[in-house]
């Protein structure tokens, strides 16, 4: 029940559904002057949704840096978290924008850094298919010389959650020792972290796809960019999961 209704209600924390609901009541607000502070307020979000700048910031207090670590440490496993795969029309996988936490997991595998990848990911389709995201990964690190003995698949999850509930159990059958590395999206990295450590999984975070608040500010900062508005609604999927998830 509770997946279901965190997919439908989605929409509800998304920028552009705040305005359109200001602008409606703005519509039917009749006083002159009140009517001007509702379209005040409409334009106000508008600009803050749109200029990068204010994303940077919220992305780079939001950011968790990981902790400084011997570069000739070396760990038994490292967990590659879903949601860098989508699925063609013809039911097979691809790798879509987050494919760097797949890259990131390859290079930690063949640099001798994990000595196994454990694949986290099932269907997390409010209306799943046959696709399992493990299973088309695994396919993947085959391709890439990775030894099947080597690779860990979870294939049943749905959600962050999930994760790291399936996750554990598998891990504690396979002997492998922790702290493991934690490999996920900046963006998802804090909401993952806090979910693993309450599970009792022993992470490192790995994070990996920069995708907003790296380098300096600039003067085009200010200026509105329609990008900013999808990653505004990642950024915000994510504060009010960790919101919920912690409170769980």
Not at 90 to 104: C, H, K, L, P, T
Not at 136 to 159: A, Y
Not at 208 to 228: K, T
Request: hydrophobic letters at 45%.
């Amino acid at each position: 029940m509770y997946f279901a209704l965190s997919k439908i209600l989605l929409f509800l924390i998304y920028p552009a559904f705040w305005v359109f609901i200001v602008l409606v009541i703005t519509l039917f607000v009749k006083e002159r002057k009140r009517k001007q502070r509702w379209l005040i307020a409409a334009v106000v979000l508008l600009y803050i949704f749109s200029v990068p700048l204010f994303l940077n910031l919220f992305a780079r207090a939001w950011s968790v840096k990981p902790p400084l670590t011997n570069a000739s440490n070396i760990y038994s496993c490292a967990i590659i978290l879903g949601g860098y795969t989508s699925v063609h029309q013809n039911g097979d996988g691809y790798f879509n924008g987050a494919s760097d936490r797949f890259i990131e997991g390859v290079k930690l595998f063949n640099t001798g850094v994990a000595k196994h990848l454990l694949i986290s990911g099932g269907n997390g389709s409010l209306l799943p298919s046959k696709y399992k995201e493990a299973n088309w990964t695994k396919k993947q690190l085959l391709i890439f010389k990775v030894p099947d003995s080597s690779i860990l698949v979870e294939n049943n999850s749905r959600n962050t959650i999930e994760n790291a509930v399936f996750s554990k159990t598998i891990l504690q059958k396979s002997g492998l020792k922790p702290p493991y590395l934690l490999i996920t999206s900046d963006f998802h990295m804090r909401r993952a972290f806090m979910i693993f450590k309450k599970e009792g999984l022993p992470v490192i975070p790995y994070p990996c796809d920069y995708s907003v608040g790296q380098g300096s500010n600039s003067f085009a900062d200010l200026i509105p960019d329609g990008e900013a508005w999808g990653q505004w609604n990642i950024y915000l999927k994510e504060l009010v999961g960790y919101v919920v998830d912690k409170w769980k």
